[in-house]
């Protein structure tokens, strides 16, 4: 059930990194080449992003949807599975990346900002910052994610 979750909360960041993604202006590769990804986050983080709650962790509440991987360097890697019709409840990610190992189909609510229904398929990436979300495997396959919460401070 609650590893369930964390799927759920992965997918929703894949969904949100979409909407993100068709915001960002068109650069050339040349142009990709001059910029520091540091410097070019530090300068357009100019809105509020959710705030991160570790009670809600995925990593602590995802229960048998959660395979552990790695712990270490302030970055917790797992693998988050959601059977048909398994859910993960609300719960809350840092900065992350997710990785669909297996797709399917997604019923995906944000905090905030609503539900939206999510086809992914294997070989999707996701990076995104901190956010909460809950899921629903809806579709008839299991759904595997790859999934890396990234503990750092951010810039205010």
């Known amino acids: 059930m609650k590893s369930s979750k964390t799927n759920s909360s992965i997918l929703a960041l894949i969904a949100i990194l979409f909407l993100i993604a068709c915001n960002e202006p068109v650069t050339t590769i040349s142009e990709k080449?001059?910029?520091?990804?540091a410097t070019a986050l530090a300068s357009n983080d100019n809105f509020q992003m959710p705030a991160y709650d570790p009670a809600m962790d995925p990593y602590l509440t995802g229960g048998e949807a959660i395979q552990k991987i790695k712990d270490t360097l302030g970055i917790?890697?797992?693998?988050?599975?959601?059977k048909p019709g398994d859910s993960a409840m609300l719960h809350s990610h840092p900065d992350h990346t997710v990785y669909i190992l297996e797709g399917g189909k997604l019923a995906v609510t944000f905090k905030g900002m609503g539900r939206m229904i999510m086809d992914v398929k294997a070989g999707?990436?996701?990076?995104n910052g901190p956010l909460s979300d809950a899921a629903k495997n809806i579709g008839t396959?299991?759904?595997k994610m790859l999934c890396q919460d990234i503990y750092r401070p951010r810039a205010k």
């Open 33 to 37: 080449k001059d910029i520091d990804t």
């Open 76 to 82: 917790k890697m797992y693998i988050a599975t959601l």
């Open 124 to 127: 999707d990436a996701i990076i």
């Open 141 to 143: 396959t299991n759904i």
